[in-house]
């Protein structure tokens, strides 16, 4: 079998407070609040989206993150609507070096960005997210593995852009953008594995090793979270989730 993605991690000085913001944003609920975790997912459980979970933590944001969330437009109305109303829940512009582009780049209350794509033929049934974005120095190979670790199938893969997405066609891509800047320090956003009930954790821990993951610090999850901390070929840290821990129906 394979592992699957189960969700989107968030390092937070506040996690409902931007749990809320995103829930506000996306139209999603809060599914789980606790002190050490808040999940936010959307409504339709039958969805593939992929839910996005917040973790407390105590380190400041000190950096442009490596993974960030694009959000989808059905119209350029409707994209300077999804911008006035993330301005308004707390959200605000940034300057990245995008420089003159058709998408507006923001950050929510505690600087994580995110994009407000302008509408694209691409992503028309993706659903309030049109893709998680990861910045990579190679896309192909960084796409590689990750369909590996997903089971999602690599739909594109050039020089400047890879994009992965579920078989069925449904739900969030993957995307892997080329990017000069190397990783320094530990991601504040992060992707979730979690390995089907049926199969052995073992078995699918060596088969991520075999596909170029490698063990991170301890046998601990990140910043608390259950499982198994691993970092990709690129050394960005994810967890291997125990099965009974589900985020997403993905």
């Known amino acids: 079998m394979s592992t699957r993605l189960a969700c989107v991690v968030f390092d937070a000085d506040r996690p409902r407070f ?11 609920s809060v599914t789980i609040d606790r ?3 808040v999940d936010v997912a959307a409504p339709d459980p039958d969805g593939l989206d992929l839910a996005l979970t917040f973790l407390p933590t105590a380190r400041a944001k000190d950096s442009k993150n490596r993974i960030h969330l694009d959000l ?34 923001l950050a929510d209350p505690e600087g994580n960005e995110f994009c407000v794509l302008e509408p694209r033929e691409q992503y028309v049934d993706t659903g309030a997210v049109a893709a998680i974005v990861v910045d990579t120095n190679d896309p192909v190979r960084l796409a590689e593995f990750w369909s590996a670790a997903s089971g999602w199938p690599v739909a594109y893969g050039e020089e400047r852009v890879a994009g992965l997405r579920s078989a069925t066609g449904l739900g969030s891509w993957l995307e892997f953008v080329r990017t000069p800047d190397l990783k320094c320090g530990r991601n504040r956003l992060h992707l979730d594995l979690a390995s089907f009930p049926a199969d052995d954790p073992a078995e699918e821990l060596a ?10 610090g301890q046998n601990a999850g990140i910043g608390g979270a259950p499982g198994l901390a691993l970092a990709d070929p690129e050394t960005n840290e994810f967890c291997l989730l125990r099965p009974a821990r589900d985020c997403s129906t993905v």
Request: charged share 25%.
């Open 18 to 28: 931007v749990a809320d913001f995103w829930a506000e944003l996306l139209g999603w």
């Open 35 to 37: 002190p050490d975790e």
């Open 72 to 105: 989808a437009s059905r119209s350029l109305d409707h994209q300077r609507v999804q911008v006035d109303r993330a301005l308004s829940l707390g959200a605000r512009r940034v300057d990245i070096g995008q420089g003159t582009v058709p998408w507006v780049v």
């Open 207 to 216: 088969r991520l090793r075999a596909a170029g993951a490698t063990p991170f």
